[in-house]
């Protein structure tokens, strides 16, 4: 059973950080991409980056520079890490496997003062 768990997530001001972590299990690992992606609301998903099984993430332009996202492979863990968060980052995020219906439940992250 396939099974993606985030956590993380919270109410924070703006200017402040939060890490993410998505736990994938059922899955061997090293050998899938995961991505982010993330809901604010009354709009659609978006996608905010992949953590590929090689090489450098990759992150949309929208958030580069302040979101960055990595991998444990010894964790089975992708981190989103979000630096000087903005109240328009406010949403539920979510990770998933990218061409599979796997999807975690999300994390809520709240910006606002």
């Known amino acids: 059973q396939v099974q993606l768990v985030e956590s993380g997530g919270g109410l924070v001001q703006p200017g402040e950080s939060l890490r993410l972590s998505c736990e994938v299990s059922?899955?061997?690992?090293?050998?899938?991409?995961v991505g982010w992606w993330r809901q604010a609301p009354g709009k659609q998903r978006e996608w905010i980056g992949d953590?590929?099984?090689?090489?450098?993430?990759n992150v949309v332009h929208s958030v580069k520079g302040r979101f960055t996202i990595s991998r444990d492979n010894a964790k089975n863990t992708i981190y989103l890490e979000m630096n000087n968060l903005k109240p328009e980052d406010t949403g539920v995020y979510y990770c998933?496997?990218?061409?599979?219906?796997?999807w975690g439940q999300g994390t809520q992250v709240t910006v606002s003062s």
């Open positions: 953590s590929p099984t090689t090489g450098s993430a």
């Open positions: 998933n496997v990218p061409g599979t219906k796997y």
């Open positions: 059922g899955i061997s690992f090293t050998t899938y991409a």
